[in-house]
């Protein structure tokens, strides 16, 4: 046998930390849907409120800029002719 020590309550702790951290992530998810439902009964679109609060979560400077490259892309794409789209 080996003569190396592994500390078993030390794993043990880390592995119930983790387990607890499951549980409770998997209570938080259980509670998000169920405000989502309650949106939804309230004739709210969830999609859209998935979407607002994604983009609520990114930085205000990067939504401004990806906003206006959209934007423009889109305005691009509209004023370009059909002869154009075929030639690229």
């Given at each position: 046998m080996s003569d190396i020590?592994?500390?078993g309550g030390k794993?043990?702790?880390?592995?119930?930390?983790?387990?607890n951290l499951d549980s409770e992530?998997?209570?938080?998810?259980?509670q998000k849907k169920?405000?989502?439902?309650e949106a939804k009964g309230e004739g709210f679109d969830v999609k859209i409120l998935k979407e607002i609060v994604k983009l609520r979560?990114?930085?205000k400077n990067e939504r401004d800029e990806r906003e206006s490259l959209l934007?423009?892309?889109?305005?691009?794409?509209?004023?370009?002719s059909p002869e154009q789209a075929k030639a690229a």
């Amino acid at each position: 046998m080996s003569d190396i020590t592994i500390p078993g309550g030390k794993i043990r702790s880390f592995v119930e930390r983790i387990e607890n951290l499951d549980s409770e992530m998997q209570e938080l998810s259980e509670q998000k849907k169920e405000v989502f439902a309650e949106a939804k009964g309230e004739g709210f679109d969830v999609k859209i409120l998935k979407e607002i609060v994604k983009l609520r979560k990114e930085d205000k400077n990067e939504r401004d800029e990806r906003e206006s490259l959209l934007d423009l892309y889109m305005r691009a794409m509209e004023t370009a002719s059909p002869e154009q789209a075929k030639a690229a």
